[in-house]
């Protein structure tokens, strides 16, 4: 069984920074694509970032230049650093696994998923 924890979400002003953590099995780390989604209130749940075996990382246009995945092999974690926060960042962010063919914009190529942290910006 794939476990995957979230950590760090929280309440911050608008051009405030978070960083939110994902632990993961040692397996999965070593062999899966990590990616993050939010879902907003009322909103489908969308692609924000994702880092895959190689290291390359992929990011949404909303995010590119404020948002930062980055894996922590010795923890077997993958953050996301986020400056410049806006109120539209606000959602719940999902951290997810994935293994095989897949994109890694689309949340179909991610087989595990962990429970959600909230992530609030005020304006």
């Known amino acids: 069984q794939v476990q995957l924890v979230e950590s760090g979400g929280g309440l911050v002003q608008a051009g405030g920074s978070l960083r939110l953590s994902c632990a993961a099995s040692?397996?999965?780390?070593?062999?899966?694509?990590m990616g993050w989604f939010r879902q907003a209130p009322g909103k489908e749940r969308e692609f924000v970032t994702a880092i895959i075996v190689s290291g390359t990382t992929y990011y949404a246009e909303s995010v590119k230049g404020r948002f930062t995945i980055s894996k922590d092999n010795a923890n077997h974690t993958v953050n996301l650093q986020m400056n410049n926060l806006k109120p539209e960042d606000t959602a719940v962010y999902y951290c997810?696994?994935?293994?095989?063919?897949?994109?890694?914009?689309?949340?179909?190529?991610?087989?595990?998923w962990g429970q959600g942290t909230q992530v609030t910006v005020s304006s």
């Open positions: 997810a696994a994935g293994e095989g063919m897949g994109v890694v914009t689309t949340d179909v190529a991610y087989n595990y």
């Open positions: 040692r397996r999965t780390f070593s062999v899966f694509r």
